[in-house]
């Protein structure tokens, strides 16, 4: 709702049964410098998606929790 950008589609879910497309899947986010992994995966469903374009996907949903960090100084808290 907020226009945020939240990373880019790596892969998406499906019924198996059906053969409907249940979920995008974005990559979590590096964590120091990706020495040491990632976090989770976001997933967001289907039902949450609004629009699909050539280059953006709109999705209704409370990007709080995949809101990305801004970078600060290193002394800034």
């Known amino acids: 709702k907020n226009g945020c950008v939240l990373g880019y589609i790596y892969d998406v879910e499906f019924n ?3 053969g409907r497309l249940t979920a995008i899947v974005l ?3 590096q964590r120091f410098l990706g020495l040491i992994g990632r976090e989770e995966d976001i997933v967001i469903p289907w039902s949450e998606i609004e629009v699909i374009g050539q280059e953006t996907v709109l ?3 409370d990007a709080t929790p995949y809101m990305r960090r801004t ?3 290193f002394f800034e808290n």
């Open 16 to 18: 198996t049964s059906d």
């Open 27 to 29: 990559p979590g986010r």
């Open 59 to 61: 999705v209704t949903t």
């Open 71 to 73: 970078k600060k100084g």
